[in-house]
């Protein structure tokens, strides 16, 4: 099957900044996308999610943006804490019914500096 | 948060032993899930199960049996383990749309 990937493996940014991690998908017919967040030692821990009928949605700090005619995703993270480094994880569901579990990326790493 | 719970959390075994890995969640989700997590590979499925007595496989089954006889509980045996399937098993579960899915804490699997 298609897989999800994203641009980057490592993303470091300033704390207080803000961050955008990107993930590009390839099967148009996935149509609901979730972000998790992976902290060392930890399981993945969901942070926000989106359907194909939206284009944006926003949580606690954390906007994702959904662009379907490129099939992108991007996860933007607004004045970063050292909390929040860890890996962010995109991953995409096929056809709503959810039997399959969803297929993930790899991952980018972000890390907060000082 | 304690909805997924896993045991062991962390295991050293011997190659061609069985060893079983236990995941139990609270919230009485319909689905649940086994993934492996290795560098390179990112997440993986294993088995799931859509409800009680109901599994099927995953991308990665080869080496595992898994069973759900109660909601709750949904067991991964590894009948004769080899060190390739050294890694982090990560049990999950999702409600009745399946989608959004919670993970375990993670159990940490050494095969020597």
């Known amino acids: 099957g298609e897989s999800v990937g994203l641009h980057l493996p490592t993303l470091s940014v300033q704390e207080g900044d803000n961050s955008i991690i990107n993930c590009a998908y390839s099967?148009?017919?996935?149509?609901?996308f979730i972000w998790y967040k992976q902290e060392s030692g930890k399981g993945p821990q969901f942070i926000i999610d989106i359907r194909s009928n939206m284009d944006k949605r926003q949580g606690q700090r954390v906007t994702v943006l959904l662009n379907k005619t490129v099939k992108h995703l991007s996860l933007q993270i607004a004045a970063t804490q050292p909390g929040d480094s860890a890996v962010y994880f995109c991953?995409?569901?096929?056809?709503?019914?959810?039997?399959?579990?969803?297929?993930f990326g790899k991952g980018t790493h972000l890390i907060i500096q000082p | 948060d304690a909805g997924i719970t896993q045991s062991p959390r962390y295991k050293i075994t011997e190659t061609g032993r069985q060893v079983t890995l236990m995941c139990h969640q609270t919230?009485?989700?319909?689905?649940m899930f086994w993934y492996r997590q290795d560098l390179g590979h990112g997440l993986r499925l294993i088995y799931y199960?859509?409800?009680?007595?109901?599994?099927d496989k995953g991308e990665v089954p080869d080496g595992y049996v898994v069973s759900r006889s109660k909601t709750e509980n949904f067991p991964l045996t590894l009948e004769s383990a080899t060190r390739s399937q050294t890694s982090v098993y990560f049990c999950?579960?999702?409600?009745?749309?399946?989608?959004?899915?919670?993970f375990g804490e993670g159990s940490w699997l050494t095969v020597v």
């Open positions: 999950a579960s999702a409600g009745q749309d399946g989608n959004t899915i919670y």
């Open positions: 099967n148009s017919a996935s149509d609901y």
């Open positions: 919230w009485s989700h319909s689905y």
């Open positions: 199960s859509a409800a009680a007595d109901i599994t």
């Open positions: 991953a995409e569901n096929i056809g709503g019914g959810g039997a399959d579990g969803l297929t």
